[in-house]
Every structure is written in structure tokens, then in C-alpha cells.
């Protein structure tokens, strides 16, 4: 079983959709979260951390729920430039090793 | 921008050879992390340097290798070169011991071994 797992899509939505990605993680020691975002070869830019139950930026939630060891990205009112691999990134905390899912792919279509 | 660079950008190397591939932090940072990304897959931990030492090592072979100047800048290197060698290296930056474990990446050198 792999530590992160994320359904690696494509999602496919129109603009102005709202979309979910899900991450389950198997390592209940892990401390801290972050989603990445990653464009096509280029490296992966931090979209969210999340060190408590959830966060939110502007169009972007992300919620936690250690007792399921799942982990979620909200977006809403997607854009044509949300369009991406979405990366869920555990910590466990005890070296600087990120574990990374292996990236949800969202297209979004006008 | 993140403010982390790396070097070269694109790199063809022959199997057998040896690679360094080199980063430089983001200013005010301590700490280098060297990822690999293969294809369709998430980057995977090499290894960390911080305060010039190694500080974990995920699941690589001792011919990739390291090492971290004083001016926390970094290389990785990379021995008697394989095929599966092939992926994006990337770098990330970040300020190790006050709490906060963002990271932030490096463009990524792209190596190809033929």
C-alpha cells in the first residue's frame, strides 16, 4: 500500500464547477499536510498547508480528518487556469521527508 | 519565485557515467531537499541536508550522494548512472527548526541516461 494515495483522474469539469480531490495517508504519525500544485514539467508550487484541521485561501479549502487519515481539496468557481496536478503531501515529522501522492489531474474546460 | 535555482536545466548522460546536479536555497533558508520525479509519479525523497550534515535518507542506494556548503547551497550526485536514473531532480528549500515544514522548489534539472 502506498503511503499517500490519491486518485490520479483526469477530472474533467466545466468553468465555474466545483471540484474535490481526496488523499488517504497510512501514517498516523504524520504531523503536518500540504497540497501542491504542479503544471506540466514544470516543479511542484505550495498551494495550501495544512497544520490543523483545515485551511482556506480564497477559492481553496482543504480539510483533515485525522481520526480517517483522509485529507481533501475544495475548489470552487474552478478557472480554465486551475487546470493541473494536484499534488497531497504528508510529514511525518521526524527527518524533512514529504511524502507525495501521486497527483490528481484536473482539466477544466470552458 | 521561489528564489531556488538549480543546475544544469537539461542534462543527457550515457550509463555508467556520473552526475552532480547543483541548487542553491532560497535566501534566509538552512535546509536542501533533493526529490526524484519519474514520469506520472509523485517526487520521491532522496535525501536532506541541514547544517552541511545529512538529516534523513529515503530509499535510494549510496551511489546517490550529497553534500551541502556553508552557504547552504547543494549538490547531488549521482553514480555508475542507470537507465531508471532518468526523471526531473528537483530541490526544495526551507527553514528547518522554527516550526514551519513548507517547502519550496527548484525549477528541476530533467537528466536523461542513454
Known amino acids: 500500500r502506498k503511503e499517500v494515495e490519491q486518485d490520479p483522474g483526469p477530472f474533467n469539469v466545466p468553468e465555474g464547477a466545483t471540484v474535490a480531490f481526496n488523499c488517504t495517508y497510512s501514517n498516523s504519525a504524520s504531523q503536518s499536510f500540504f497540497w501542491y500544485r504542479q503544471d506540466c514539467r514544470k516543479e511542484p508550487k505550495l498551494l495550501m498547508s495544512?497544520?490543523?484541521s483545515g485551511n482556506e485561501d480564497g477559492r481553496f479549502t482543504a480539510q483533515l480528518n485525522r481520526a480517517s487519515q483522509y485529507i481533501s481539496l475544495l475548489i470552487r468557481d474552478s478557472k480554465l487556469s486551475d487546470s493541473a496536478t494536484y499534488l497531497c503531501?504528508?510529514?511525518?515529522?521526524?527527518?524533512?521527508?514529504?511524502?507525495f501522492g501521486q497527483g490528481t489531474t484536473l482539466q477544466v474546460k470552458p | 519565485e521561489t528564489g531556488v535555482t538549480q543546475s544544469p536545466t537539461h542534462l543527457i548522460k550515457t550509463r555508467g557515467q556520473q552526475v552532480t546536479l547543483r541548487c542553491s536555497s532560497q535566501s534566509g533558508h538552512n535546509t536542501v531537499s533533493w526529490y526524484q520525479q519519474a514520469l506520472g509519479q509523485g517526487p520521491q525523497f532522496i535525501f536532506q541536508y541541514y547544517r552541511e550534515e545529512e538529516n534523513g535518507r529515503g530509499n535510494f542506494p549510496p551511489r546517490f550522494s550529497g553534500l551541502q556548503f556553508p552557504n547552504y547551497s547543494s549538490e547531488l550526485n549521482v553514480n555508475a548512472l542507470e537507465l531508471d536514473d532518468s526523471a526531473l531532480y528537483l530541490c526544495a528549500s526551507s527553514l528547518w527548526g522554527l516550526g514551519s515544514y513548507e517547502q519550496y522548489f527548484g525549477p528541476g534539472t530533467r537528466l536523461t541516461v542513454t
Open positions: 495544512v497544520y490543523s
Open positions: 503531501v504528508a510529514f511525518p515529522g521526524n527527518t524533512g521527508k514529504l511524502i
